[in-house]
């Protein structure tokens, strides 16, 4: 019964009696077309997560059920310790759910091994930190571009792409700064540039504002507002900051591992 209900939650998109036994690529095929249609690109159902320190568990994820669907903006807050970053590395396939299922994009990840792993994650996925994360001692340009190199995009798009995405960014005049020449306003937009870089359809973000003061968060914050109407970039943000949140879609809440939906935004 507890199952049943949970199916009811997630409504599978094609019956399954409809594909051949044992036909698990054409499966995959049909299944991620019409995923592309109707189904939400991320779905988490009972997703648990527990950390074992010097023999004492801690529960960090207590059964998350979540869909977001292609083209929103989640805002996702709690207090410190409510598991909202382990939750994000579950979402970002960093990290695996304990027990549970997590769908991406309409593919099972729980099942998937390391490599397949971190092929969805290269193709589906952008990431933004709090702490920019960028390369030290290497340009704008160049810390922008390195997600194409391991892309295989050939050297002269990858500049042209580089150098356009900045420009967006209002980035122009600084492509050959090192991140220790540049404002942090300005790192977080060069970070957010590599993170979009290969065009993911999922942003992630955990507290990309929370090294910023409110003007320049607010700049970020626009940014990735107008990439999600423009572009339609699913986007799910960790957040501490309320007028941030309030700008989201749909705000969630977690709170001891567990997630209350605080409906959508007013
Ligand atoms: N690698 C780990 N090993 C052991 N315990 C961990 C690990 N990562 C997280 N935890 C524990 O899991 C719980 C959730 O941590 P998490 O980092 O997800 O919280 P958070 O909501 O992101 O907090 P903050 O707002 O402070 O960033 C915490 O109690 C934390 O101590
Ligand atoms: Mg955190």
Redesign the pocket.
């Known amino acids: 019964m507890k199952g049943a209900a949970r199916h009811g939650r997630f409504p599978h998109p094609i019956p399954l009696r409809r594909v051949g036994e044992g036909d698990f690529e054409r499966a995959a095929r049909v299944f991620h077309v019409n995923a592309g249609v109707s189904a939400p690109l991320i779905e988490l159902e009972a997703v648990h997560k527990r ?1 074992l ?1 010097d023999g004492v568990a ?1 529960h ?1 994820l207590r059964g998350i059920d979540l869909a977001v669907a292609r083209g929103e903006l989640v805002a996702i807050m ?1 207090p ?7 939750l994000m590395h579950i979402l970002g396939c960093l990290d695996v759910p304990d027990s549970g299922r997590y769908r991406l994009d309409g593919i099972d990840v729980t099942e998937m091994d390391a490599d397949a792993l971190a092929r969805t994650r290269n193709r589906t996925i952008g990431f933004v930190f709090q702490g920019f994360n960028l390369l030290a001692r290497t340009s704008a340009l160049d810390n922008v571009e390195t997600p194409l190199i391991y892309a295989g995009v050939a050297k002269r798009e990858r500049r042209a792409r580089a150098r356009a995405l900045l420009e967006r960014m209002g980035l122009g005049d600084r492509l050959g700064h090192v991140p220790s020449q540049l404002s942090g306003g300005q790192q977080q937009r060069v970070a957010l540039a590599r993170a979009l870089i290969t065009r993911p359809p999922l942003l992630l973000a955990d507290e990309p504002t929370g090294n910023l003061d409110s003007r320049t968060s607010a700049e970020i914050l626009d940014l990735l507002v107008e990439l999600n109407r423009s572009e339609g970039v699913t986007i799910v943000l960790i957040t501490h900051e309320e007028a941030i949140a309030r700008r989201a879609g749909r705000r969630l809440r ?1 709170s001891d591992g567990r997630l209350d939906d605080g409906g959508p935004a007013r």
Not at 80 to 86: D, I, M, Q, W, Y
């Open positions: 950390y320190m801690v960090a709690g410190s310790g409510s598991g909202k970053s382990t977690l």
